[in-house]
């Protein structure tokens, strides 16, 4: 994603800001180590808030690119690790997203579900609001028969202030089309994806 100036230039200024707190709580923020800290924490933030209208062009471009299949069976992309911010305290989330849809004439490339999980889920966005886009978008091109998602996340503002539940994790799915109906689609797609993975493949 391209780096807004303008954007770049008041998140540098925010940590600023940030860094002044710091050294009111008696830390040396003259220290080396946090020269050019604003800038760097900027650039970081920027990583993890991308551009909404930079996504939906990506998106668009990523989707196009469909195969022609006669399969019509379940297909999955899991455990894809994608990273974002809380939007209650601006705090990382750590989530680990799978993805599944059911093609009936065209399937999308092999790794395309997998960027398509990195690119929705970098925002300042509630997870439950993950599943309201992930599973419609990413196989509208396909004309899927179905689509399922389901993220499992560890955020920051849990484990690291408030109760400090280290532990917890939430877990949220987006469910569309057959899956809905047929439990033993859906009971399929679950075993498959919680099935230990021993080997590199």
Known sequence: MELDAQTLALFTEGYTKILE????????????NFAETA??????????IHDQAQVQTEVSALLAKTFPAKYTEMVISKHNTAFGVCPH????VIYRISMAYIPTNKVLGLSKLSRLARMIARGPRLQEDLPTSSPTSSTSSCRARARLYTSRACTCAWAARGVGAHEARLVTSGVRGIFLDHIATREEFIKLVVAPQTTVL
């Open 89 to 92: 305290h601006l705090l990382p």
């Open 21 to 32: 707190g710091i050294g009111r709580l008696g830390y040396n923020i003259q220290d080396e």
């Open 39 to 48: 800038a760097r924490a900027a650039k970081g933030l920027h990583e993890l």
